[in-house]
């Protein structure tokens, strides 16, 4: 135990994805930082589809080059309506050739990427390790203090809170969150397959949500199958042998032979959003800022942004001899994420809930308009780019 308080420009509140690149971020925009998160190997196998900024953002921190070789590139997207339904979407094709990209982006297992991601992190003189966790954050006038578990005593003038969905920094600012239940579950699991996915995601619309195949290194895939809680259970249950022929079956065959590997995950689905993104000298990344279903590959990838705009923002601030934490550098930092995660948030929600009616004219205007983004070229590429990043910011 440690009276002894240790003061830095930035304090980073969760050791996660978006918690890791923020500190990495910060630490190289020149801020003295300091890192809370228990250093622990990633839990399970879920994968990130990462979208082109994102592994820019990656390169440019020296992070992509130590998991780049495990990661499987994304050159096509397809989506499927698979409803059964009278009126039903034609097949829309989205190809990253056609905006001059090679790739989309890649699919990577989270445990590579967050390795990766500590790798880097241990590198940087200019941030410190604890691997603790934060028992109290206590926001004042002039800066945060923060008491680790082990007892440290720490203290910023600015806090990022990245410690996800039941965020205690969260909890210190007085944000609230909106949040709003889907009635839908995501099961999450990894298959290989004999037939090559030849770098093709493809997405089956089902009326309870979609089932994404999403390619990874090899004869292998990541599947996220959105369905009703109930039968997201039933899923689980299954034995493996069950397991592959569902999966099969729901893949129309199109990787040829099945085999669901071990480790599956089923979670309840939700949108939430913050009434602020920060306050108190506390600004939030990743879930702590914002939880969406995972459609369109969005989540991780507005989490990154949002390091990336929090390092950039009070980087900045720092260098001109400003309080970082000052109400006015956070209203920047809300600035620039609010526009982003609202419209993203917009977006996946009209998707998702346009999918699951059974109003006949929401399910003839979903049809109508992807006929239309498939059908006309221009309209086809803006939707291409604007799901790999938002128009102001490139």
Request: contains cysteine; aromatic residues 4%.
């Amino acid at each position: 135990m440690s009276d002894d308080l240790q003061v830095y420009d930035v304090i980073i509140i969760g050791g996660g994805p978006a918690g890791l690149t923020a500190a990495i971020a910060v630490a190289d925009a020149g801020a003295r930082t300091a890192l809370v998160a228990r250093r622990a190997p990633y839990a399970d196998n879920r994968t990130t589809a990462l979208l082109g900024a994102s592994t820019d953002l990656l390169e440019r921190l020296d992070v992509w080059r130590r998991c780049a070789d495990k990661a499987a590139q994304l050159k096509t997207m397809r989506l499927v309506d698979d409803t059964g339904r009278l009126i039903r979407a034609p097949e829309v094709r989205f190809s990253a050739e056609e905006i001059g990209r090679a790739q989309f982006g890649f699919n990577i297992d989270n445990r590579s990427l967050v390795a990766a991601l500590e790798d880097r992190a241990g590198e940087l003189s200019a941030l410190t390790r604890f691997d603790d966790e934060a028992a109290t954050i206590l926001p004042d006038d002039a800066a945060v203090s923060v008491t680790t578990r082990q007892g440290r005593s720490l203290s910023a003038r600015l806090v990022v809170g990245a410690d996800g969905r039941n965020s205690l920094s969260r909890e210190a600012a007085g944000i609230e969150m909106v949040s709003r239940a889907l009635g839908q579950s995501a099961l999450t699991f990894n298959i290989t397959h004999t037939r090559p996915h030849k770098n093709v995601s493809t997405e089956f619309h089902t009326e309870h949500g979609p089932c994404v195949f999403v390619p990874l290194a090899g004869n292998r895939s990541s599947v996220v199958w959105v369905s009703t809680p109930k039968e997201a259970e039933r899923l689980m249950a299954l034995g493996d042998d069950e397991m592959s022929v569902a999966a099969e079956r729901q893949s129309h065959s199109i990787l040829g032979r099945v085999e669901v590997e071990p480790g599956r995950h089923v979670f309840p689905l939700a949108i939430e959003s913050p009434r602020q993104f920060a306050k108190n000298r506390i600004a939030l990344v990743g879930e702590s800022a914002h939880v969406l279903p995972p459609i369109g590959a969005q989540g991780l990838n507005m989490g990154l942004r949002d390091a990336a705009d929090i390092a950039a923002i009070a980087g900045e601030a720092i260098g001109r001899g400003e309080d970082p934490g000052s109400s006015l550098v956070l209203s920047r930092y809300q600035a620039a994420r609010r526009p982003d995660v609202s419209s993203r948030t917009w977006a996946i929600d009209i998707a998702n809930r346009s999918l699951l009616s059974d109003f006949v004219g929401m399910q003839t205007m979903r049809a109508a308009g992807l006929h239309m983004i498939g059908s006309i070229g221009p309209l086809r590429r803006l939707a291409m780019r604007e799901g790999l990043a938002p128009s102001w910011r490139r």
